[in-house]
């Protein structure tokens, strides 16, 4: 019978895809005594109680640090909250990140991504992820929010300390809170700077003039707030960038089929996105007893939603071990689903065609060089923390 801990050194040192189709086939419903917690592992399950609002909770946290480990305490975040106030919220964001609004992002992200292109031409190679991809999202996640762009590497270097994780230790690290602390005192001091200097039109005035049961947000959750919109912006879109830059390199003939016809660019990032999903599992909690995959989860149960499972998953997609470029499947599991998903999806999609586009047009013929490439350990995060490629 499969065995699952996402703690343990098989999940987050090895290859955790083969236990995940273990719990697909034997157990799409996991139960975790030690932390009173499902995890659902099948696409359509996943896809399901992502949705379900009625009976599941965000309140009380969506991570395995505050509802697993408990050592992060639950702040005011968009991805913490439940309907009504959720829903107004979202509503409130939804301009700055539609479609239209985001196409205007076009020549900040192509001018970071040819710069540093460009910049590491004579030293013939660069890290994808440090030098070039993390630039472009958090330059990008401080422009939505309404933060000083300069202050991006500054973000950046708090936003990797607080996902890295120590062995031995389950969860967030004490140095990762104390950053996460750093990240709350900047927030706070830009939130006194803008008060002083008059509103603006962007997300970190819509969240000044937001009101919660009748009252502004207080300087503490409005820190919350932008650490969530600085965290998701800026740490997920380099992982899946350096993989599907990777995918590229091992299968030359779908690369050249992008080089070849650059239209094919975005099915590319989303079989990328779908192959190799970097965000292990959210969560939530049962408010309202609820069966999904057959077994009943009663009320202060949690609930894992394990998305690279789901992206693998062969009742969803055929063959998906296969990397393909052309299979252009009509939902994927990497943005989430429902009320809470990704906020920041054409965002990523953007920040996504366009680096790959200059990164093929610049060095076409680039190659990985994996042995000095390095992975982050992490039971909720995986991926390349370093990802050097040569040309
Ligand atoms: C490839 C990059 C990205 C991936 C894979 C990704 C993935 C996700 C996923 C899976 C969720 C669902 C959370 C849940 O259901 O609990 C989510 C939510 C969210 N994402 Fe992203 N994300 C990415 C990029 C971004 C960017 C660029 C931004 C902002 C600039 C962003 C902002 C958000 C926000 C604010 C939420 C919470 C939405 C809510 O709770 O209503 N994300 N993201």
């Known amino acids: 019978m499969v065995q699952y801990n996402p703690f343990s050194d098989e999940v987050m040192k090895g290859d955790p895809l083969p236990i995940y189709k273990q719990l697909r086939d034997e157990?799409?419903?996991?139960?975790?005594?030690?932390?009173?917690?499902?995890?659902?592992?099948?696409?359509?399950?996943?896809w399901k109680a992502s949705?379900?609002?009625k009976h599941l909770t965000a309140a009380h946290g969506t991570t395995s640090a505050h509802l697993m480990t408990k050592v992060q305490p639950v702040t005011p975040m968009i991805n913490n909250m439940d309907p009504p106030d959720h829903t107004r919220l979202r509503g409130s964001f939804r301009k700055p990140f539609a479609a239209p609004e985001v196409a205007k992002l076009e020549p900040m992200i192509r001018k970071i991504a040819t710069d540093r292109l460009a910049q590491a031409k004579d030293a013939g190679g660069l890290d994808v992820i440090h030098e070039m991809t993390a630039h472009v999202a958090?330059?990008?996640?401080?422009?939505?929010?309404?933060?000083?762009?300069?202050?991006?590497?500054?973000?950046?270097?708090?936003?990797?300390?607080?996902f890295k994780r120590e062995e031995g230790h389950d969860g967030a690290t004490n140095a990762g809170m104390e950053a996460m602390g750093e990240m709350f005192a900047y927030f706070i001091e830009q939130i006194h700077k803008r008060r002083a200097s008059g509103p603006k039109n962007d997300v970190l005035q819509t969240l000044l003039e937001f009101e919660q049961n009748g009252e502004k947000l207080d300087d503490e959750s409005l820190a919350s707030h932008l650490a969530m919109l600085i965290i998701g912006g800026?740490?997920?879109?380099?992982?899946?960038?350096?993989?599907?830059?990777?995918?590229?390199?091992?299968?030359?003939?779908?690369?050249?089929?992008?080089?070849?016809?650059?239209?094919?660019?975005?099915?590319?990032?989303?079989?990328?996105?779908?192959y190799d999903m970097p965000t292990q599992f959210l969560m939530r909690q049962v408010k309202k007893t609820v069966t999904f995959a057959g077994q009943e989860m009663t009320e202060g149960q949690n609930i894992m939603f394990l998305y690279p499972s789901g992206n693998r998953d062969?009742?969803?997609?055929?063959?998906?071990?296969?990397?393909?470029?052309?299979?252009?499947?009509?939902?994927?599991?990497?943005?989430?689903?429902?009320?809470h998903s990704c906020l920041g999806v054409n965002v990523a999609r953007l920040e996504g065609k366009i680096c790959i586009e200059e990164l093929l047009k610049a060095y076409p013929e680039y190659e990985v060089d994996l042995p000095n490439s390095e992975r982050l350990l992490t039971e909720f995060v995986q991926g390349y923390w370093k990802l050097p490629i040569t040309f």
């Not at 762009?149 to 607080?162: I, K, Q, S």
């Not at 055929?318 to 599991?333: G, N, T």
């Open 234 to 274: 800026s740490e997920t879109f380099p992982k899946t960038f350096a993989t599907i830059a990777m995918r590229l390199w091992e299968h030359p003939d779908q690369r050249k089929m992008c080089i070849e016809n650059p239209d094919l660019i975005p099915d590319a990032y989303n079989e990328g996105l779908r």
């Open 314 to 339: 062969e009742r969803e997609f055929p063959e998906p071990d296969k990397f393909d470029i052309l299979r252009r499947p009509p939902r994927i599991m990497s943005f989430g689903y429902g009320p």
């Open 27 to 46: 157990a799409p419903a996991y139960y975790l005594e030690e932390y009173d917690t499902w995890a659902l592992s099948r696409f359509e399950d996943i």
């Open 138 to 162: 958090v330059t990008v996640a401080c422009s939505i929010s309404g933060l000083p762009v300069e202050d991006g590497p500054f973000l950046n270097d708090l936003v990797w300390r607080f």
């Open 51 to 53: 949705a379900d609002m």
